[in-house]
């Protein structure tokens, strides 16, 4: 089946950004903070995707808001201010983002991360300029609710068939669902493959680099 898609929203770490180890670093630090123990690395690398209170729920159950506001606070510190670990964009994503820029499409974020947070990345990337609209769970409700992709569609006026969320995770792929856009995975971010496959994306990419080629055989 052939799509003419006009609006591209990404997903950020795991699909722009390899920033895996950052956050897992961020969390860490947190804790220790805190003086609790640490989630596992697996554990946190499950989370990444989500805002940052429904990551909390789920690597430490039934913590109370106090604790949520006080742990973000932590991690924020280490993200924005502390935290040295590598952040890099994936290899090709720059030139990937700058030839749909040319070829008109719109391009929109829907992540986890916070406003703080984002902002800081597509400062430090120089990004910026070629999204037309971002959104982050700070300002809306977190993946997989779909509310993200609904106020990035209404606010460029594009229709969900038109639209194609690309993501490494299943909240990306959940999203996509439940606002009735398209969605494509990428297979080199945190959750594999056989787990994205259960949303029925209409492919996974193993790179980045890939994406420009694949839009051009769906058209």
């Not at 986890?112 to 990345?121: C, E, H, T, W």
Request: one cysteine or more.
């Amino acid at each position: 089946m052939k799509h003419e898609f006009k609006l591209l929203v990404f997903d950020w770490d795991g699909t722009l950004m390899d920033s895996e180890a950052r956050i897992v670093s961020c969390v860490k630090g947190a804790a220790r903070d805190m003086a609790i123990d640490a989630p596992a690395d697996e554990q946190i690398r499950n989370i990444i995707g989500l805002g940052l209170k429904e990551a909390l729920e789920m690597l430490f159950p039934g913590s109370d808001n106090a604790f949520k506001e006080q742990f973000i606070d932590h991690y924020r510190h280490y993200f924005l201010n502390e935290d040295s670990t590598p952040s890099l964009l994936f290899p090709n994503s720059l030139a990937v983002l700058n030839r749909l820029a040319e070829q008109d499409y719109l391009l929109a974020v829907a992540t986890g991360k916070g406003r703080p947070g984002l902002n800081k990345v597509l400062e430090e990337t120089g990004l910026k300029p070629l999204f037309h609209s971002t959104r982050c769970a700070d300002e809306t409700f977190s993946k997989p609710h779909p509310e993200m992709l609904l106020q990035i569609m209404d606010e460029l006026g594009v229709e969900p068939d038109n639209t194609l969320m690309i993501g490494d995770t299943e909240y990306d792929l959940q999203m996509a669902i439940n606002a009735k856009t398209h969605s494509l995975a990428v297979s080199y971010g945190v959750h594999e493959v056989e787990r994205l496959n259960q949303f029925n994306p209409l492919g996974c990419l193993d790179d980045i680099a890939e994406l420009n080629g694949w839009l051009e055989q769906s058209a």
